[in-house]
């Protein structure tokens, strides 16, 4: 079936949910009026329904390939790119002073949804793009956002990141790509780099890649890293990409999915780059572009999700099968159903928990608060872990509702499933995400984790009085999570690390229900949200008591057994 945008989904959620007044009512983005939003989403809505939706199972037939050295995309792909560049769609929260729009990260996170749910194979094109006009924003010499940044807000230009190696994957540290100073100002770059997504293209002027590798003095380890920007093309004065640099495609994997997104092995030989940061300084500007990234895949797997469930929902109003009742058809089934009551209500508790995040984002920005910088940090890594798990275990139950036609590639529902699947690996594991959670985003003693409990239970106090069958639940999870909070803080980092993923799972599942409290209450306590709100609460949110428990057990026994066990 064709995509919808969930637009009054987003415009609800703004308005009545995650405060994103509060955002609009700061100078910063005092620009990001009601009738602003409603134009944004109206139109980045009506682009991803009519021109980059008719891109998805053209990409998944006819994948990227390379030819003499050339990649060539699917077919369309190139028009929905230009439409993407020329409605402004990738430099929306950049900054004006390089043509950007300057709008909250909030305006660009519904518009990424709405992308991904279109087509995740070239969204994620635009999304490497706007990781990297934020690092340099943040981290390049004026010289380099002179040139850089004005081609990459118009999508003349696009940008990708340069990470992993054969050798070194999550472990950056240990890579091997080098670069020596040419006295110039340049750097000469070489190594091999792989997994880079859309490492090349037919589309655009230029492929910008940022590139992590060691000067000659370098120490081991992360902290000698340096960041490089290595253009496809090097630019002259005036930025007009001149000769082609010394790097090149050396193949393009075979992936299980995201075919229409050309994910290449990269050869530099002496690129030509130039520093961006500090020397040494390169995981620092890299992790800009990375948390950008986070927020970004968290948003591609909600957009899977949406996109996932619509097929489903239409299948099964037209599916007749058995005797329900009603007109025959299976959604009359109770385990049907069951079945996509959970999928709408997992895709709007993930959907709640980014632009959650991205208030918190806007808020950090427009105001410099530390509390709003806490906040952020502490939704990222929960952002992208549940909004990738959302994505997959929605994909996976929409090829459940098929039935067999789901097995079947022509019905387009097994796509969504294999596209989404890599979002849980990309821009840190999903089990990194957790141990992020809780090590790094609670060296704060879990300050932040605490503020945000005590709002959880404030808003559950609030509703008692009109749903307390569902206020009472959420306050209960809100209070389990406080005290499972205290007691990881006091854990050895082993024991924290062990029960990681169940903690993240945990607090993501009560964050989901607050966000469905407060979407049933601000709805009166009646009507469709009030029901998805009792499929949540009642039926999902139950589930952080056995993910508490698990987290708590830590690291005991899962070192009792020798490698050779796990062979037997």
Same mark, same amino acid.
């Given at each position: 079936?064709?995509?919808?945008?969930?637009?009054?989904?987003?415009?609800?959620?703004?308005?009545?949910?995650?405060?994103?007044?509060?955002?609009?009512?700061?100078?910063?983005?005092?620009?990001?009026?009601?009738?602003?939003?409603?134009?944004?989403?109206?139109?980045?809505?009506?682009?991803?329904?009519?021109?980059?939706?008719?891109?998805?199972?053209?990409?998944?037939?006819?994948?990227?390939?390379?030819?003499?050295?050339?990649?060539?995309?699917?077919?369309?792909?190139?028009?929905?790119?230009?439409?993407?560049?020329?409605?402004?769609?990738?430099?929306?929260?950049?900054?004006?002073?390089?043509?950007?729009?300057?709008?909250?990260?909030?305006?660009?996170?519904?518009?990424?949804?709405?992308?991904?749910?279109?087509?995740?194979?070239?969204?994620?094109?635009?999304?490497?793009?706007?990781?990297?006009?934020?690092?340099?924003?943040?981290?390049?010499?004026?010289?380099?956002?002179?040139?850089?940044?004005?081609?990459?807000?118009?999508?003349?230009?696009?940008?990708?990141?340069?990470?992993?190696?054969?050798?070194?994957?999550?472990?950056?540290?240990?890579?091997?790509?080098?670069?020596?100073?040419?006295?110039?100002?340049?750097?000469?770059?070489?190594?091999?780099?792989?997994?880079?997504?859309?490492?090349?293209?037919?589309?655009?002027?230029?492929?910008?890649?940022?590139?992590?590798?060691?000067?000659?003095?370098?120490?081991?380890?992360?902290?000698?890293?340096?960041?490089?920007?290595?253009?496809?093309?090097?630019?002259?004065?005036?930025?007009?990409?001149?000769?082609?640099?010394?790097?090149?495609?050396?193949?393009?994997?075979?992936?299980?999915?995201?075919?229409?997104?050309?994910?290449?092995?990269?050869?530099?030989?002496?690129?030509?780059?130039?520093?961006?940061?500090?020397?040494?300084?390169?995981?620092?500007?890299?992790?800009?572009?990375?948390?950008?990234?986070?927020?970004?895949?968290?948003?591609?797997?909600?957009?899977?999700?949406?996109?996932?469930?619509?097929?489903?929902?239409?299948?099964?109003l037209e599916r007749k099968q058995g005797r329900a009742g009603g007109g025959g058809t299976i959604i009359e089934h109770a385990d049907v159903r069951r079945m996509l009551a959970t999928m709408k209500a997992e895709t709007f508790a993930a959907r709640a928990i980014a632009l959650s995040n991205a208030v918190a984002i806007d808020?950090?920005?427009?105001?410099?608060?530390?509390?709003?910088?806490?906040?952020?940090?502490?939704?990222? %890594?929960?952002?992208?872990?549940?909004?990738?798990?959302?994505?997959?275990?929605?994909?996976?139950?929409?090829?459940?509702?098929?039935?067999?036609?789901?097995?079947?590639?022509?019905?387009?529902?097994?796509?969504?499933?294999?596209?989404?699947?890599?979002?849980?690996?990309?821009?840190?594991?999903?089990?990194?995400?957790?141990?992020?959670?809780?090590?790094?985003?609670?060296?704060?003693?879990?300050?932040?984790?605490?503020r945000l409990l005590e709002e959880i239970e404030a808003g559950a106090e609030e509703a008692r009085g009109k749903m307390p069958k569902l206020a009472e639940p959420v306050w209960q999870a809100a209070e389990a999570l406080r005290e499972a909070t205290e007691a990881l803080v006091g854990q050895e980092m082993q024991d924290r690390?062990?029960?990681?993923?169940?903690?993240?799972?945990?607090?993501?599942?009560?964050?989901?229900?607050?966000?469905?409290?407060?979407?049933?209450?601000?709805?009166?306590?009646?009507? %469709?949200?009030?029901?998805?709100?009792?499929?949540?609460?009642?039926?999902?949110?139950?589930?952080?008591?056995?993910?508490?428990?698990?987290?708590?057990?830590?690291?005991?026994?899962?070192?009792?057994?020798?490698?050779?066990?796990?062979?037997?």
């Amino acid at each position: 079936m064709p995509y919808r945008a969930p637009v009054s989904d987003f415009r609800f959620l703004f308005d009545r949910v995650v405060g994103f007044a509060d955002v609009s009512a700061t100078e910063r983005f005092a620009e990001a009026s009601p009738d602003m939003v409603e134009a944004i989403l109206g139109e980045a809505g009506r682009m991803s329904e009519e021109v980059l939706s008719p891109l998805q199972r053209p990409g998944d037939l006819e994948p990227a390939r390379l030819e003499n050295g050339v990649v060539r995309t699917s077919p369309g792909f190139g028009e929905g790119y230009k439409a993407i560049a020329e409605g402004g769609w990738i430099g929306i929260s950049a900054s004006a002073d390089f043509g950007g729009m300057a709008l909250p990260m909030t305006m660009t996170t519904a518009v990424n949804e709405m992308m991904s749910g279109a087509c995740l194979s070239l969204q994620l094109n635009p999304l490497m793009t706007q990781g990297q006009i934020e690092a340099l924003e943040h981290h390049a010499s004026q010289a380099i956002k002179d040139i850089y940044l004005p081609k990459l807000i118009t999508g003349e230009w696009c940008g990708t990141m340069n990470l992993t190696e054969p050798q070194a994957g999550s472990d950056v540290g240990a890579l091997r790509s080098k670069a020596k100073d040419n006295g110039d100002g340049t750097f000469a770059v070489t190594g091999q780099k792989i997994y880079i997504s859309w490492g090349d293209n037919d589309f655009t002027e230029n492929v910008c890649h940022l590139v992590l590798a060691r000067l000659p003095d370098g120490v081991p380890g992360t902290k000698g890293i340096s960041l490089f920007m290595v253009p496809k093309r090097i630019p002259d004065e005036n930025g007009v990409p001149g000769k082609a640099n010394s790097l090149k495609v050396v193949s393009l994997e075979h992936k299980m999915g995201l075919h229409g997104s050309p994910t290449a092995v990269m050869q530099f030989d002496g690129a030509t780059g130039w520093l961006v940061g500090e020397p040494h300084g390169g995981m620092a500007a890299m992790f800009t572009m990375m948390n950008n990234a986070r927020l970004g895949v968290g948003v591609q797997g909600i957009g899977v999700a949406e996109a996932a469930t619509q097929h489903a929902v239409a299948y099964a109003l037209e599916r007749k099968q058995g005797r329900a009742g009603g007109g025959g058809t299976i959604i009359e089934h109770a385990d049907v159903r069951r079945m996509l009551a959970t999928m709408k209500a997992e895709t709007f508790a993930a959907r709640a928990i980014a632009l959650s995040n991205a208030v918190a984002i806007d808020m950090s920005t427009a105001t410099g608060d530390e509390a709003w910088k806490a906040r952020a940090a502490l939704l990222t %890594p929960i952002t992208k872990a549940y909004g990738t798990e959302v994505g997959m275990r929605v994909a996976e139950m929409g090829v459940q509702v098929h039935g067999g036609m789901g097995f079947i590639e022509e019905t387009g529902a097994a796509q969504f499933s294999r596209d989404v699947r890599v979002t849980a690996i990309y821009e840190g594991t999903n089990g990194i995400q957790s141990m992020d959670l809780v090590a790094r985003k609670m060296m704060d003693g879990g300050e932040a984790a605490f503020r945000l409990l005590e709002e959880i239970e404030a808003g559950a106090e609030e509703a008692r009085g009109k749903m307390p069958k569902l206020a009472e639940p959420v306050w209960q999870a809100a209070e389990a999570l406080r005290e499972a909070t205290e007691a990881l803080v006091g854990q050895e980092m082993q024991d924290r690390f062990a029960g990681s993923v169940p903690y993240l799972n945990a607090f993501a599942r009560v964050l989901g229900a607050h966000f469905h409290l407060r979407a049933a209450f601000q709805s009166g306590g009646e009507g %469709p949200r009030m029901a998805l709100a009792d499929v949540y609460i009642r039926r999902l949110l139950p589930d952080y008591a056995a993910q508490l428990a698990h987290a708590s057990v830590g690291a005991e026994g899962l070192y009792a057994m020798t490698n050779d066990d796990f062979l037997a």
